[in-house]
């Protein structure tokens, strides 16, 4: 079976800051990953995807996404965060012709 | 045109009425998608269309009733909704069913309140 995990509901960053936001996965086969954003009453805007290649994959806005096949974690970071990136992330896994998300993780970027 | 257009953006109905969501989307794209997401959680996929046939449906109840009239145009049909079925409905595209290489085009969703 497959799945997503986001092991936390909300991260908290001060502007400036590097961020990161949590993934880890489960499959059988090779992984097929991705993150998107949503901000409010709005759809989900895609951010960047490992589907092979190099692990450290960059993606929109000035984010990027490491793989690491040993720790099946597909971690989000930043190196410094703005209040714009305050919103909703997933992640997700793509197999079977789905998409498995996350539960999402809510960034609050302080000024 | 890289954007998926759904409407309305906005809807309010009660549970004897029947009432149609739109999406359109004009990249070229051959599979479409029915995403419906309650507040909070991930989306849940409800239905795929792959060159305008159904090829998915995840067991979504008959008072949902998606329609692909063409490749450009996906139409989500609902008739005698119960209140737990208010969510944000989201549609999406992407070039192939298969395709792995781009990750799906979302539109901004329809908010949907059953009275």
């Known amino acids: ?111 | 045109d890289t954007e998926v257009t759904q409407t309305p953006k906005h809807l309010v109905m009660g549970m004897t009425n029947k009432k149609s969501l739109k999406c359109e989307q004009h990249m070229g794209h051959r599979a479409m998608y029915w995403y419906k997401q309650k507040a909070k959680k991930p989306p849940e996929l409800m239905f795929v269309y792959s060159y305008e046939k159904l090829s998915i449906n995840e067991s979504v109840p008959s008072r949902f009733s998606p329609e692909c009239p063409n490749s450009s145009l996906l139409n989500l049909h609902l008739h005698a909704l119960q209140p737990e079925d208010s969510a944000l409905y989201l549609c999406a595209s992407s070039p192939l069913i298969r395709d792995t290489n781009y990750g799906y085009t979302f539109g901004s969703g329809t908010r949907l309140t059953v009275v």
Do not use: M
Not at chain 1, 33 to 45: A, T
């Open chain 1, 1 to 111: 079976a497959q799945s997503v995990a986001q092991p936390e509901d909300q991260v908290n960053v001060a502007e400036g800051n590097p961020l990161t936001v949590k993934c880890t996965y489960s499959v059988s086969g090779n992984p097929y990953l991705f993150w998107y954003v949503q901000y409010p009453n709005r759809g989900l805007q895609f951010l960047l995807k490992y589907i092979t290649g190099d692990n450290l994959v960059k993606g929109s806005y000035g984010f990027e996404a490491e793989f690491n096949k040993s720790q099946t974690s597909f971690h989000l970071k930043k190196p410094s965060a703005l209040v714009s990136d305050s919103a909703l992330y997933f992640c997700a896994l793509y197999n079977f012709n789905k998409f498995y998300f996350g539960s999402g993780t809510k960034l609050n970027v302080k000024p």
